[in-house]
């Protein structure tokens, strides 16, 4: 792997900020600042039928396949994003949610065990919930394990939908131009890290097309600053503002850009989470395809008659988030990730693989992807 790429995926900030400074300058954006002109992405798919024990072996294998992790995580704080979507735990379709639109505690219990097995100095696992309950409060009444995982080393937990523990929020810039935001202000679990883990299912969604590694870090965006309740700490209520800043005109978001193109979800969706993934880099993609679901990111959706559960089959890994997120998007059966609206899985919406593609965060060309493991062909299930 090219040093200079090797460099950005440890996840070396400070290397970043400075390519950040430059860049806010004045000076062009090159997707050579992230190697992408000089080696193809490396992207796993393997094989994992269950959230039984195998769950370990597969990762630890697609792991194996991008080049290890060992040098990205050890003697680090490892964060991970998980992707919960809100507290209701009952199951759907006679499935428990971590087997549909959730992240699921057998594939987090599985990667915090690799995390310390590779060296890592502490993990913290993060999300933004509806709940002004502690994140573990919240796991624990979803019946995860937390005893279990807080024995396997220096473990933290955190709901990141205000200010949480930390003094101050953090003030990432999104570097370049940025769609919609210059800035955002995240809680400091984004910034006091190392390493950033995206933890994804394998879904559709209804605002975003595909809802993956990328889309994932939409949630970050804590409920304090960018929700409908903005400007209270005490705030539970979801990301309206964001949506459709129209319906919310007393809720003003914070470094918004004042020639902002977007005014529908469709549109602003699409360019919010490439703005978010720009000021908040992801290191490690993770994207559960073992069990799912299709026609929605869940059941709130509004389109319940359409919602499919699927069986895939699979675990996909990469470090570059966008080369992740589209080597996905065609495993779910969509040809082109490179879409434009109008193409299905991007009928009602802008495709945000390709708009992060424009603004050099990675490639979404699968030709200038290496995939490992199992072919796409082979691991193809169709998402309809």
């Not at 430059?22 to 954006?29: E, I, P």
């Not at 992408?36 to 697609?62: D, F, Q, W």
């Not at 359409?306 to 779910?332: C, R």
Request: charged share 20%; aromatic share 8%; with cysteine.
């Amino acid at each position: 792997m090219p040093a200079m790429q090797h460099d950005f995926l440890r996840c070396d900030r400070r290397a970043f900020i400075r390519q950040s400074a430059a860049l806010a300058a004045g000076l062009s954006f090159s997707p050579r600042l992230f190697g992408e002109t000089r080696s193809k992405a490396n992207v796993a798919i393997v094989s994992c039928k269950t959230y039984g024990p195998e769950v370990k072996a597969a990762l630890a294998k697609s792991f194996d396949l991008i080049g290890g992790i060992q040098k990205l995580v050890r003697d680090k704080t490892v964060t991970v994003k998980l992707n919960l979507t809100g507290t209701n735990f009952q199951p759907f379709q006679g499935r428990p949610v971590g087997e549909t639109y959730m992240t699921h505690p057998a594939t987090v219990m599985a990667l915090t065990a690799l995390l310390f097995d590779a060296g890592a100095k502490r993990v913290r696992l993060v999300e933004s919930t509806q709940s002004k309950a502690a994140l573990e409060s919240t796991l624990d009444l979803a019946d995860w394990d937390v005893h279990a995982l807080s024995a396997m080393g220096k473990m933290e937990f955190e709901n990141t939908r205000n200010l949480g523990v930390g003094k101050s929020y953090s003030h990432l810039k999104v570097p370049g131009a940025g769609y919609m935001f210059s800035a955002f202000d995240f809680n400091h679990a984004y910034e006091d890290t190392d390493v950033m883990i995206s933890l994804a299912k394998l879904k559709r969604h209804v605002t975003a097309g595909v809802t993956l590694s990328m889309k994932n870090m939409f949630g970050i965006t804590p409920n304090s600053i960018y929700g409908e309740q903005s400007g209270d700490e005490n705030a539970t209520a979801g990301r309206g503002p964001l949506h459709n800043a129209k319906e919310f005109p007393n809720v003003k978001l914070p470094n918004a850009k004042s020639d902002i193109p977007a005014s529908d979800p469709t549109a602003r969706v699409p360019r919010i989470i490439v703005d978010v993934c720009a000021a908040r880099p992801i290191h490690l993609s993770i994207i559960d395809g073992i069990t799912a679901m299709t026609g929605g990111e869940g059941p709130w959706t509004g389109q319940v008659a359409t919602l499919k559960l699927t069986n895939p089959g699979l675990l996909i890994t990469g470090f570059n988030p966008v080369s992740t997120d589209a080597v996905a998007t065609a495993v779910m059966g969509y040809d082109n990730p490179r879409a434009e609206r109008g193409v299905h899985p991007f009928d009602q919406c802008d495709n945000h693989l390709l708009l992060a593609e424009k603004a050099g965060l990675g490639s979404a060309d699968l030709t200038q992807i290496d995939v490992r493991g199992l072919t796409i062909v082979k691991a193809r299930y169709s998402y309809g």
